[in-house]
Nanobody, 119 residues
Framework: QVQLVESGGGLVQPGGSLRLSCAAS????????VGWYRQAPGKQRELVAA???????HYADSVKGRFTVSEDNAKNTVYLQMNSLKPEDTAVYYC?????????????WGQGTQVTVAS
């Protein structure tokens, strides 16, 4: 089992920055891909950014150029640096860790952290 804990959310003004953290209970990021998702009220959860176990990154078009995902394997933590925040970035942000071994998917989710962008 793996526990993921997100932190770093809060209230920020438009144009501001936040850095979210996703801390794992043990060292997994060298073999698990990590995704950052968000869910706004009344909307479906959407993938915002992802980083593979090899370090490749992917971003949704809506955040490209503003958000950066990175990992620190020594701290068992993946980060989401969010700059130039907009009100439409307001959502609960979740991280997950995913790995497929011999056709079996291992998937873990954190509890989420609220990000509110408002003046």
């Amino acid at each position: 089992q793996v526990q993921l804990v997100e932190s770093g959310g809060g209230l920020v003004q438009p144009g501001g920055s936040l850095r979210l953290s996703c801390a794992a209970s043990r060292s997994i990021f060298s073999v698990y891909a990590v995704g950052w998702y968000r869910q706004a009220p009344g909307k479906q959860r959407e993938l915002v950014a992802a980083i593979t176990s090899g370090g490749s990154t992917h971003y949704a078009d809506s955040v490209k150029g503003r958000f950066t995902v990175s990992e620190d394997n020594a701290k068992n933590t993946v980060y989401l640096q969010m700059n130039s925040l907009k009100p439409e970035d307001t959502a609960v942000y979740y991280c997950n860790a995913q790995r497929v071994v011999l056709g079996i998917e291992y998937l873990y989710w954190g509890q989420g952290t609220q990000v509110t962008v408002a003046s």
